[in-house]
């Protein structure tokens, strides 16, 4: 069964059929060939998405989608500039800097390479700075954006695992600094060796200007973030309050949309949602079969048969996420592996919270690495480079996620982590 199952659904997707039709048809397949009505179909889609933990991700890409249009981005990329942009090479050390503000913003790794790479682009082309390498750091950078809390992919496997989507946002600060400062170290290297000119002088008054301007961008993921881990509402309250504080802020206080604005906005957001809604309903369908013929838990005794070493299981669990990861978009690759490696997780008694935040960082990663790299396609489109030089530039900072990715994996392992 899981052999048919699997078989099938590759064959679809390398046919090019929608990962969504390609889930819902592979399931199909299983329930026809056993006979199993297919009115179930039905019936476990809609029990796939009636979920009131789910609400969260619509309105997140929503928020997101409409701060990345507004100025509030900008205030962020001045802020940062002001803050760090005197350094040689300041302005690539200030794309990673406004890449984490902005993550703590969107929790969408597309919305924050948009945002970050239409304001920063044009500065970085003016001086001088190397176009592929700093479209490749833009991209990078925005795989943060699905780390740092809120973060649309750790809603998503915490509604799959059943786990606690407040934990999963406390524990996505650090791996999320993490690769902050690995890229803003390998940017920095790269600015002595290419001779970078160095930035503005440094100037109180100038951070005091721009922080006042970008203080409402900044407010946002305290308030979002402070009222959740303070128990004043929920995460799908959250998002709610996300909304209603971008329009107010968009509308009123920066001014700088308007109705026709919010209405194109809306209707991306919508179509966005769409697509993400309708995997999870699809994906509902296979989750149905996989636990039905208990294909999960044979997987997990054929792979301990070989190894029952933590060690070497976990290197072939994240090696497995890497791999999807460059082969699907996040969301149906994280939809897709949950219900397939939990009780192989759990048989290796290792934390839910501590492998969502390996499974939301690899695939996060698979951002950046073709053919699949969302990211990679935003900075071409907004560079105007081909995606084959930004793929080419764009490796050693992969390397530098990769060791915090595996730092992630097995410091628990030696240093007792409460997650």
Known sequence: MALILFTSFLVLLFLGVPVAIAIALASMVI???EGVPLMLVAQRMFSGIDNFSL??????????????????????VEFADALLGFLRGGLSVVAVMAGMFFAAISGSGAASTAAIGSSLV?????????????????????TIGVVIPPSVPMILYAVMAQESVSRLFLNGFIPGVMMGLVLIVIAVRQAYQRDYPPGSPFSVAN??????????????????????????FTPSEAAVIAVNYSLIASLFIYR??????????????????????????????????????????????SVLEISTNPYVLLLLITLLILATGIF??????????????????????ICLVHFGLIMVMGLAIGMITPPVAINLYVASSITGLPIERISGSVIPF????????????????????IF
């Open 31 to 33: 329930l026809m060939q």
């Open 55 to 76: 609400i969260a991700v619509p309105l997140f890409i929503l928020a997101g989608d409409i701060m990345a249009r507004g100025r509030i981005s900008e205030r962020l």
């Open 122 to 142: 044009p500065e970085l082309k003016r001086k001088g700075y190397c176009e592929t390498s700093s479209a490749s750091l833009i991209a990078a950078s925005g």
């Open 207 to 232: 951070i005091t200007r721009t922080f006042y301007r970008a203080i409402w961008g900044l407010l946002t993921p305290f308030i979002i973030l402070g009222g959740i881990f303070s128990g004043y």
């Open 256 to 301: 700088d949309m308007g109705l026709k604005d919010i209405y194109r906005i809306m209707r991306r957001s919508i179509m966005t949602t769409g697509v993400i809604m309708f995997i999870i309903a699809t994906s509902s369908v296979m989750s149905w079969v996989l636990a039905n013929w208990n294909i999960p838990s044979m997987i997990a005794q």
């Open 328 to 349: 699907m978009e996040t969301a149906s690759a994280l939809i897709i592996l949950t219900p397939v490696l939990l009780p192989l997780v759990k048989i290796l008694d």
């Open 398 to 417: 992969l390397l530098g996620l990769l060791l915090v990715l595996f730092t992630v994996v097995y410091l628990p392992l030696f240093v007792p982590v």
